[in-house]
């Protein structure tokens, strides 16, 4: 007797003498007789990586990249019957990647990151859909360029950050400019805001002012 028990989250395609007779999922299965086999495949979602691969952008830049891809079979007879379904989607994944990378220049594959990711599934999508197998996810693993690109887009990512910190402190000199301004225009319109400034400050500090035409008879003034 024939006896296996299918482990949660797979199935099994059974055989007898080499022909498929059934697909079965979890559970004991029994049979009575000679001959039989099972190929079993796990349903579960599996991360693959497709290794990296050097593709030139639109302007002529050698960059390697790899992809990071998540799969799950859906079919398991239809998975079994292609013989070599993950070498497909592999072979799929790096044309893909080539021909959208190629679309693209180099300067703008961070910006243009997620149109790559989505033409390359959908093209890779198409290519396995009748291989009993689905993407899903795919992402760009790797973006490597060549050393003097990366030194090149250091230097301007740096130039941008020391222009805008430039912009930034002429911002606050205006603005402490402009404030200083209006205090001076403010003081020459109502003089009596030079006292009430003195008093609080003296106020915050500690003393003592004396405000006055002149001194009271009788009393001295400490120096």
Known sequence: MFKIDVPEHHVILLRR???????????????????????????????RIVPNQEIPTLD????????????????????????????????????????AVAAVP??????EREAIVARVRESSSAAVAGLGLTILSLDLRDIGYPPEVRSAMLAVVKAKKEAEAGLERARGESAALRSLLNAARLLEENPG???????????EKGGTIVIGEGERPGRQRSP
């Open 193 to 203: 805001l030079y006292h009430l400034r003195a008093l609080q400050a003296v106020g």
């Open 60 to 99: 002529g830049v050698p960059v390697r990249l790899s992809l990071a891809i998540e799969t799950r079979i859906v079919d398991a007879a239809a998975f079994d019957a292609h013989g070599s379904p993950m070498d497909a989607l592999h072979v799929a994944a790096q044309i893909g990647l080539r021909d």
């Open 106 to 111: 180099v300067d703008r594959l961070i910006e």
């Open 17 to 47: 003498r080499g022909r498929t007779v059934g697909q079965y999922g979890p559970g004991r299965q029994r049979r009575w007789g000679g001959g039989w086999s099972y190929r079993l495949f796990d349903l579960r979602p599996t991360p």
